[in-house]
């Protein structure tokens, strides 16, 4: 006999033996609907409690930048020792006051002293010979003014002879050879007279080139001896201006070097602030820059009036100089925080300064949703920045939510679930 089968409805229908394919397909393609639909962004749940949450405002931008700066004189004077030599007596010590020639400290040199002793010797050497060079000459001067007097004398007598043997000759009282003989020893003399005449005259001019150009020998002589005298007193290192001695290195004995940089003497009647500044604003630090700082209660102006070009782990250096009063206790290597102004208050889009900009360098930020619950990493462009502030360019509205702390534990992970 024939039973008859029950027909099966509700899940037993579907579970079927012919209905099984159907209800797999059903099945996976719910599945690929889920895949696609889902949210593929990697999360991280946060402890709320652990992150700082700012607002996003729109308010005035102060374009400013914090730095420290470290007062120092205006002027600094290095001291070098102008010859080499042994330190015998330090005269004044690091951060006394000194005036200008002042002696700091007192040196030794031996082959200096030697040097002098050898210009001493050659000095009254040369002397003796200019000395005996001159007596050979006056005895050389008299004699041949007495051999010139001698032929005066032979002269006149020749001279007389020959008159009076041309009158005789003329009355033909004597022989012609007579009178030739009188003529021709007055011409004799004559001519040994004019030589004498033109040798005295040749030793005027050879004794006073000669005497002239020793007496040149000598002062040149004199005038290096007393170089070689100077160089003795630069053994003493003298301050070379009112101030205060600063750094001093020098020690009793030590050996210094001619040119050697041994301290600096500060001049404390002006003062300027040296500061580092960050060398993301070297396009916008320009001397003419204006400055303050606050002190005791009172406000101080200052203008920036150097940038150093050398950026040294990256940061370079900037002297500014007070424009109005100058603090009362104002001292060398105090520390003052000045508030460097680069451009003028505008409005702007702002977001407190944090500790994320240290991992996004301003390129991206997680903002907060509505709800509260959840921050998404959104991609923003970071403009200026002060000590209280980044201006945002794009990416973020005014009344936005953003996480502004460190971002060091969150990974890449691009939804960050908040748990309170």
Do not use: C
């Amino acid at each position: 006999m024939d039973i008859k089968l029950e027909k099966k409805k509700g899940l037993r229908a579907i579970f079927q033996k012919k209905n099984l394919p159907w209800a797999l397909g059903v099945v996976l393609l719910g599945f690929i609907v889920w895949l696609l639909l889902r949210d593929h962004s990697s999360t991280l749940r946060v402890d709320t409690q652990l992150v700082t949450i700012a607002k996003v405002e729109k308010d005035q931008f102060n374009d400013y930048v914090r730095l420290t700066g470290s007062v120092q004189p205006m002027t600094t004077v290095q001291l070098t020792p102008l010859e080499s030599g042994v330190v015998e007596r330090i005269v004044a010590e690091e951060g006394s006051t000194v005036k200008k020639g002042d002696v700091i400290l007192e040196m030794s040199n031996n082959s200096l002293s030697m040097q002098i002793l050898q210009s001493e010797a050659d000095l009254a050497e040369k002397q003796n010979i200019l000395r005996n060079t001159m007596i050979s000459m006056e005895q050389e001067r008299i004699s041949i003014s007495q051999e010139k007097l001698q032929l005066d004398l032979e002269v006149s007598r020749a001279k007389r002879n020959f008159e009076q043997q041309q009158n005789l000759y003329r009355d033909k009282l004597i022989a012609k050879e007579d009178f030739l003989q009188a003529q021709e020893n007055y011409n004799l003399a004559v001519r040994k007279r004019n030589l004498v005449l033109e040798r005295q005259r040749q030793d005027s001019l050879y004794r006073t080139s000669q005497v002239s150009q020793m007496e040149e020998n000598l002062r040149s002589m004199q005038l290096n001896m007393e170089l070689i005298r100077q160089r003795v007193d630069n053994l003493k290192v003298k301050a070379p201006t009112d101030g205060e001695i600063g750094m001093l290195d020098a020690v009793l004995g030590q050996s210094l070097t001619q040119g050697a940089n041994i301290g600096q003497v500060n001049d404390l009647t002006t003062y300027k602030v040296q500061a580092q500044i960050d060398e993301h604003y070297i396009d916008r630090v320009t001397t003419g820059l204006l400055a303050s700082f606050e002190r005791q209660d009172k406000k101080y102006e200052m203008q920036l009036r150097k940038v150093y070009p050398e950026v040294r782990n990256g940061q370079f250096k900037a002297d500014f100089r007070f424009t109005g009063a100058v603090p009362e206790n104002i001292r060398r290597g105090q520390t003052y925080y000045l508030n460097l102004q680069l451009g003028e208050a505008s409005e702007a889009v702002l977001i407190p300064r944090g500790s994320f900009y240290q991992a996004t360098g301003g390129k991206w930020i997680y903002v907060v949703d509505e709800s509260g619950k959840k921050a998404y990493r959104r991609e923003i462009s970071i403009g200026r920045q002060n000590p209280q502030y980044y201006e945002v360019v794009e990416g973020l509205q005014p009344g936005e939510k953003v996480i502004t702390s460190s971002y060091d534990n969150f990974g890449e992970n691009e939804v960050l679930i908040l748990n309170r």
